[in-house]
């Protein structure tokens, strides 16, 4: 039945509304404590930014924004995808089409150079840029797409976790917590990371890494901010 309704582009834009009103609801009606608590003047400065967080706890990213930011996002070709897309543009959040490719095979299929080409004319035209951190279809292991992004535009890494303590935690590759109203939360920038347009491999590896190790810190202290330092979801 999924499969058959998923081709009827009416039930896609009817979902994807209402994701975004439901998701709307729920970030308005959370107690978030950000740190740090001057974020904004920090990375106001730097803007446009490239901001980053784990597959899974994307769905309030659309909020971390403030409403005379400009942002994208990328939102894999998929068909199940458009109901995000559609939610994120509700949302006031442009789309950018693609996903990462662990082969040569994929990279057409799923525009995969044309969304990184997209990604930095989006930073040139001082438009912010968000995307996941996670190789594809493995959770929490950071890959290098973010990395080429930050190297090819100039623009720095801002590593982003989100968490509240009230959730459901899907039974699916990426944990996906699908959040609650009336939250106690969590949202935790890290410091950015910088990558100099000639790295070689070994200084690409090393962001890599600073990308994978800060979000699993701001993760942990948006967990702990949440009130939920175990880091275990749940539905609570």
């Not at 290098?144 to 459901?168: D, E, H, K």
């Amino acid at each position: 039945m999924w499969r058959t309704l998923r081709k009827s582009e009416l039930f896609r834009r009817s979902l994807g509304y209402t994701l975004a009103g439901y998701l709307w609801s729920v970030a308005r009606s959370a107690r978030f404590e950000v740190e740090p608590a001057n974020i904004y003047e920090i990375a106001e400065a730097e803007m446009p930014i490239i901001l980053t967080f784990w597959h899974g706890q994307h769905f309030l990213a659309p909020f971390i924004m403030q409403t005379h930011h400009r942002a994208k996002v990328l939102i894999s070709r998929h068909a199940d995808a458009d109901i995000n897309a559609i939610a994120a543009e509700a949302l006031g959040v442009g789309t950018i089409r693609g996903s990462g490719a662990t082969n040569a095979r994929d990279f057409h299929r799923k525009n995969a150079i044309g969304a990184m080409r997209e990604m930095i004319d989006a930073l040139a035209q001082g438009i912010n840029v968000a995307l996941t951190a996670d190789v594809p279809k493995i959770a929490r292991v950071a890959g290098r797409g973010v990395i080429a992004l930050a190297r090819y535009s100039g623009r720095p890494i801002y590593p982003i976790a989100i968490a509240t303590n009230r959730r459901i935690v899907a039974k699916s590759w990426d944990r996906a917590s699908i959040d609650l109203p009336f939250a106690r939360g969590g949202a935790v920038a890290a410091e950015p990371i910088r990558v100099a347009p000639d790295a070689g491999d070994a200084e690409i590896e090393a962001a890599r890494g600073l990308v994978q190790e800060r979000l699993d810190a701001a993760t942990a202290r948006a967990e702990k901010l949440a009130g939920r330092a175990s880091g275990k979801g749940g539905h609570d």
